[in-house]
């Protein structure tokens, strides 16, 4: 049993934020439409073989035409914050050079959309579709790409500095490395192993010049990053086991947070810089590591680690989950491999479900870091088969994912836990939790065969069907929402001076009818 709706909310501090998250190129389809310039990953995913069952991003959740109805099942759903990415080459096709005006007007319109109805945007900027060109030109082994990058925060900034409240400036380099460089498993497919560091620095000088760029334009919003967390834990007691461990804690986790936070790279890393030929100018830590208003934390799963190439770069479920052989990749190929945890639920992904590991990971960095700025929890979820239910008498389909609803619960009353009063990592100031996902969307390598939504999508139909997670979120925000109105109620009435004067009470004949209070009450529909 996960901890009721009820009791979660009494642990969420004021002013938390509770939001949901997507990304561009795994949801808004559209790709040809209204000038958008090709991304490398339009490319990536037309070869065949690079996909689970070589299916298409073209359509996607066909997010870009049916906007106006996200945005609505969103105020349905209650969240306080949307996080999206903007889809770089919709905006500047190429990379570079003049915007695109209908790339820039259809951000314009969500936007607009998202203030209307209540919910703060949250903006990145890039999250992993790289233009084209730029990939053609090198992608992020060019360190150009990281001034393009700035260039893009600037346009960004001019357009929609007025309504953005949160903006990241780069969403998981480490996953863009390591998956997209170093293993070739996402765009732009290159298997260039330990050659592939210069990918890491180019994305975090990308994240300071694209920060550099927003706060010389004023935007009033605050300015943060998000770097993706994994507590690294050794299979046994062996020692190998053990610096195999810091080992993967190092490629994974600290060589994209230290620069940021502490404005060098780990020691291990720049000793190893004796034995390569990148160089970088020393100025570009200052740039990399400006101060943050805060700093987001992507957490899914802790990673068991053993020395030794064992059969493969990931275990064999990950693998298959993403359509890959990693089993070349992983002999040979690095000194230790990841190990799966026999005792844990699986997701579909082949991710072990540890949410006591929210903990650790939040402890880790909280040790690391004593200077950390607030830290919001940018993504959090979980992939399992859906199953739909139709009642036949009244032909509406139901889908109960209790294991998605229970992962969210369970991590999110961890991170509370930890960070709350005699917590773990109680030094640290967090301040919102965004699931990922809004949707069921395109899930890179892996198709259309891990859904993370709370909105489960029919991709032939492109229809819509909350889940149970999603009435379990929104009745977590109804009492949440019932919490703070009672808070706000009590402290308004121990102020003094908000008590009325006795000449200023009302009259009895100014005292509403008994029918003009119906409907006045607090209506709460309970979820699953």
């Not at 200077?371 to 959090?380: A, H, M, Q, R, S």
Request: hydrophobic content about 40%; charged content about 20%; proline content about 7%.
């Amino acid at each position: 049993m996960h901890i009721s709706a009820k009791d979660l909310a009494a642990l969420i501090p004021a002013d938390f934020t509770l939001g949901v998250a997507t990304a561009a190129f795994q949801i808004e389809g559209a790709l040809t439409e209204d000038g958008r310039g090709p991304a490398g990953w339009d490319v990536f995913a037309a070869k065949p073989g690079s996909i689970v069952e070589d299916q298409s991003p073209a359509v996607a959740c066909d997010h870009y035409h049916r906007m106006p109805q996200d945005v609505a099942l969103m105020k349905q759903l209650g969240v306080d914050s949307y996080r999206f990415s903007l889809s770089w080459s919709r905006i500047q096709p190429t990379g570079s050079g003049p915007v695109n005006p209908a790339g820039l007007a259809f951000y314009d319109r969500l936007l607009d959309e998202l203030l209307a109805n209540g919910i703060s945007p949250m903006l990145t900027l890039y999250h992993w579709d790289t233009p084209l060109a730029l990939d053609d030109a090198g992608g992020w082994m060019n360190r150009d790409t990281a001034y393009r990058l700035g260039e893009f925060a600037a346009i960004a900034a001019e357009a929609y500095g007025d309504r953005v409240a949160r903006w990241c400036t780069i969403n998981e380099p480490a996953t863009v490395t390591t998956n997209g460089y170093t293993l070739g498993l996402h765009s732009p497919g290159e298997a260039l192993m330990l050659n592939a560091f210069p990918t890491v620095h180019h994305q975090l000088l990308g994240h300071g010049l694209a920060l550099q760029a927003l706060r010389a334009a004023g935007v009033p919003g605050e300015i943060g990053m998000t770097n993706v967390y994994s507590p690294m834990v050794p299979k046994t007691i062996n020692p190998l086991d053990k610096i195999s461990a810091s080992l993967m804690d190092l490629a994974q986790n600290r060589v994209y947070a230290d620069p940021v936070l502490t404005g060098k790279y780990p020691d291990l890393v720049r000793a190893a810089k004796f034995f390569s030929s990148f160089e970088h100018p020393d100025e570009d830590m200052a740039i990399i590591s400006q101060p943050l208003d805060f700093y987001g934390l992507n957490y899914y799963m802790p990673t068991k680690v053993a020395v030794g190439p064992g059969e493969g770069a990931v275990p064999a479920s990950m693998a298959e989950a993403m359509g890959s052989d990693l089993s070349a990749a992983g002999s040979g190929g690095t000194p230790f491999h990841v190990e799966t945890w026999p005792e844990a639920d699986i997701t579909s992904y082949g991710w072990p479900v540890k949410p006591e590991y929210m903990k650790v990971a939040l402890k880790e960095m909280s040790e690391r870091y004593p200077n950390l700025p607030p830290v919001i929890i940018t993504e959090g979820g979980a992939s399992f088969e859906d199953i739909i239910v139709r009642d036949k008498s009244t032909n509406t389909a139901f889908i109960p994912d209790e294991r998605r609803l229970k992962y969210l619960s369970d991590h999110i009353q961890a991170a509370l836990e930890a960070t709350g009063p005699g917590g773990e990592a109680e030094s640290i100031d967090l301040r919102g939790y965004y699931v990922w996902s809004l949707l069921d969307n395109f899930e890179w390598s892996a198709g259309y065969k891990q859904p993370f939504g709370l909105l489960h999508v029919n991709f032939e139909t492109l229809e819509r069907t909350p889940k149970a997670s999603y009435f379990w979120f929104q009745e977590l925000i109804e009492e949440r929402n019932l919490v703070t109105v009672a808070e706000t109620a009590v402290a308004q009435a121990m102020e003094p001076d908000t008590l009325a004067e006795p000449d200023t009470l009302a009259e009895p004949d100014t005292l509403a009818e008994p029918d003009a209070l119906e409907g006045s009450g607090v209506e709460h529909e309970a979820g699953v």
